[in-house]
């Protein structure tokens, strides 16, 4: 089943489209404040509620983040690790890598160049 929505906040935007029993998000735009993550946060938890715990988060087109954004990504993994699955990223450019790089991000998540890779990391 493939399910696609979008989905808009002040400074983000977000796709979502279901491939059971992975749920990919595409982002797009900025995370740098509470408003912008806190509708996100509420919808993607809501999908873990309902097992939907295999999570790739698509970055192509995020295109800044600071700690609030690290810190939802963090609240993100954990939950999905604590629900036994995974959050995997992918497409991780520009900026949004740098931080990830400085902050050493990129040895935590597992990351993927492509999302058809991110996906199957599931399979």
Same mark, same amino acid.
Do not use: C
């Given at each position: 089943m493939v399910l696609k929505e979008k989905k808009a906040n002040l400074n983000i935007q977000f796709d979502?489209? !279901?491939?059971?029993?992975?749920? !990919? $998000? *595409?982002?797009?735009?900025? !995370? *740098?404040?509470?408003?912008?993550?806190?509708? @996100?946060?509420?919808e993607v938890f809501n999908h873990l509620n309902q097992n939907y715990f295999r999570?790739? @988060?698509?970055?192509?087109?995020? *295109?800044?983040?600071?700690?609030?954004? /690290?810190? @939802?990504? #963090?609240?993100?993994?954990?939950?999905?690790? !604590? #629900?036994?699955?995974e959050l995997v990223l992918c497409n991780v450019k520009g900026n949004v890598e740098k /931080? @990830?790089?400085?902050?050493?991000?990129?040895?935590? $998540? *597992?990351i993927y160049s492509d999302q058809t890779e991110a996906i199957n990391h599931f399979k």
């Open positions: 979502i489209d !279901i491939q059971d029993p992975v749920i !990919i $998000y *595409t982002l797009k735009g900025k !995370i *740098t404040s509470e408003l912008d993550s806190e509708d @996100f946060e509420k999570i790739v @988060f698509n970055l192509n087109e995020l *295109t800044h983040t600071n700690s609030i954004g /690290i810190g @939802f990504f #963090m609240r993100t993994l954990t939950k999905a690790r !604590i #629900m036994g699955g /931080i @990830f790089k400085i902050s050493k991000l990129d040895e935590i $998540y *597992t």
